[in-house]
Nanobody
Framework: QVQLLESGGGSVQSGGSLRLSCVSS????????MGWFRQLPGKEREAVAA???????SYAESVKGRFTISQEYAKNTMYLQMDELNPEDTAMYYC????????????????WGQGTQVTVSP
């Protein structure tokens, strides 16, 4: 079973940037749909970005234009570049992998990292 490990979370001022990283224990190209989820306190976990092996990306409307998902397959690493952060982005962020057909923002997530906290202050 694939293992995922996130890093890069922390505290930042409103308008600032962070880059999250997710290292996979397996080579993910053509095997998994990869993505990032976040969970606000008291809310259900929601997908914010997904990336397919063909390079196609999709985003939740709330982060579109501010977040960028990418993969560096040679390093088994996925990234989430987060710019123009605001307090509403404060959440626990999770790396996710999914097997099967299809890969977009509707992904459900089959495998999860432990989560990394992102806190944005006003």
């Amino acid at each position: 079973q694939v293992q995922l490990l996130e890093s890069g979370g922390g505290s930042v001022q409103s308008g600032g940037s962070l880059r999250l990283s997710c290292v996979s224990s397996e080579y993910t190209y053509d095997k998994y749909c990869m993505g990032w989820f976040r969970q606000l306190p008291g809310k259900e976990r929601e997908a914010v970005a997904a990336i397919d092996s063909d390079g196609s990306t999709s985003y939740a409307e709330s982060v579109k234009g501010r977040f960028t998902i990418s993969q560096e397959y040679a390093k088994n690493t996925m990234y989430l570049q987060m710019d123009e952060l605001n307090p509403e982005d404060t959440a626990m962020y999770y790396c996710a992998a999914e097997s099967g057909v299809g890969c977009d923002i509707r992904m459900r997530g089959d495998y999860w990292g432990q989560g990394t906290q992102v806190t944005v202050s006003p």
